[in-house]
Structure formats: structure tokens, C-alpha cells
């Protein structure tokens, strides 16, 4: 029966300084290309082998498939990139030193920001420097302003439906390495988590996620790899 990997990117430079990141590209650091091996060679040793890959169109995603699969010897493997498996977009808060916010807005507004299920940030200005009208992995896309969690659902699921269970379908070993909120997305639909307990999960660095399905494609418990 065919297997869903699931890997939240390693560490990047803005998860390390704390910042509010969203679809801004930012690199790994050494800790998070470390990770990234990492979860190949566990792939590598518990013999789940992913045969098709998808990500998103951030730097930091892309990379920790690349160092994944090269280090369970799986380079060759059909590679998709979309949009739709970014992070869910911060908005006006994009950029900005996490604590910092907090100590403006305070803990309770800027936690509403950041893990309310339908309450999206403030909006990124059209001049702002972190704007992606000009970015061109971005040409003929409606970026948004800011985004919820539930934004980031209503993208993430019919690209799902529609591109990544067809291919568990096909029997395929299917591996997606994205971000803290897409699989945020991923995982409350698999698993049937309610909107109020999904704000709660969180999902690690570099720790592989498997659901393994059944024989009518539905999902069993998800697991740590590292468990298995």
C-alpha cells in the first residue's frame, strides 16, 4: 500500500533569528542542511524509499528534498514544484523579529495573528520590501496580502486532491517537504483534527511524517518515521 511522507524543511536563517518568514525566501542554515540529511538517511535506513517528490517554490523547501534525497540515493525521482505547498504568507508581519512584535502589539494580539484558525495578519504593503510582484516563480499569481490558516487550507487541499492523491493512487511512495503550515493543512485533513486543536500542533524541523493508507486510499494514524 502506498505511503505519505511528510517533511517540514529544516531549519532556516529566519527560524533561527526568530523572524516572521511566510513566502519570503530564505536559505538553510547548517543546522537545517544537517537536517535535511538527516531525514534522508533515516528514509534510507527504516527502507522507505520515496518514488515521486513534491514541494513548494521556496528555496528552503527545495533544498531539504534535494539533501533528503540525495542521502537516501533517490536524486532521480519526478520532482514537482507548486505554489500551492508554500508557507501560509505573515503579511504585514513578514520580516519581523517575533518577540519584538509581541512586545508592540503584545502576546495576545500577535498570537491571534500567528495561530487563530480565520484571522490572518495585517496585509503586506504593495511597497513593502518583501513584496513578490516582481518575483518571477511568481509571474500569473494572485500573491496574497496576508494570509490564515484557513486560506492556506482552501489552497493546500484541492492541490492535494488533485495532484498528490492521485499519484498515492498510482501507488506511488509519495514524499512532500514544505512547510510548518501547509503540512499544518496537510495533516488537519488526514488526520481530522478540529479547528480549534490544529492550532496547537506543531510540526518539527526535518522529522519525517508517514501515513501509510489502506486499501480504499484512506489514511492510517500518522507517525514519526523515526517511531516506525
Known amino acids: ?9 529544516g531549519q532556516s536563517q529566519w527560524n533561527l ?18 537536517e535535511a540529511r538527516a531525514a534522508g538517511q533515516l528514509l534510507a535506513e527504516k527502507g522507505l ?19 533528503a534525497l540525495e542521502n537516501c540515493g533517490r ?4 520532482e514537482t514544484k507548486d505554489w500551492r505547498l508554500n508557507e501560509r504568507h505573515y503579511g504585514g508581519l513578514t520580516g519581523l523579529d517575533k518577540a519584538e512584535t509581541a512586545a508592540k502589539h503584545g502576546a495576545d494580539q500577535v498570537k ?3 495561530r487563530s484558525f480565520d484571522t490572518p495578519p495585517p496585509p503586506l504593503a504593495d511597497d513593502s520590501e518583501f513584496a513578490l510582484a516582481h518575483d518571477p ?8 496580502a496576508a494570509e490564515s490558516l484557513k486560506d492556506t487550507i482552501a489552497r493546500v487541499l484541492p492541490y492535494y486532491e488533485n495532484a498528490i492523491l492521485p499519484a498515492l493512487k498510482a501507488g506511488e511512495t509519495v514524499i512532500v517537504s514544505a512547510h510548518g503550515n501547509s503540512l499544518r493543512a496537510l495533516v488537519k485533513h488526514l488526520s481530522q483534527i478540529s479547528d480549534t486543536d490544529i492550532l496547537e500542533l506543531e510540526i518539527p ?23 516506525r
Do not use: C
Not at 533569528?17 to 530564505?26: A, M, P, Y
Not at 536524486?75 to 519526478?78: H, S
Not at 516563480?137 to 496574497?144: E, K, L, N, Q, S
Open 1 to 9: 500500500m502506498p505511503s505519505l511522507i511528510l517533511v517540514r524543511h
Open 17 to 34: 533569528e526568530n523572524r516572521f518568514t511566510g513566502w519570503w525566501d530564505v536559505d538553510l542554515t547548517e543546522k537545517g542542511e544537517a
Open 49 to 67: 524509499l520515496p518514488t515521486v517528490a513534491f514541494t513548494s517554490l521556496q528555496t528552503r523547501a527545495i533544498r531539504t528534498l534535494h539533501l
Open 75 to 78: 536524486v532521480w525521482i519526478p
Open 112 to 114: 491571534i495573528w500567528r
Open 137 to 144: 516563480r511568481y509571474a500569473g499569481i494572485d500573491v496574497p
Open 205 to 227: 524541523t526535518g522529522q519525517p511524517i508517514v501515513y501509510d493508507f489502506d486499501a480504499a486510499f484512506q489514511p492510517g494514524e500518522r507517525h514519526y518515521l523515526k517511531d
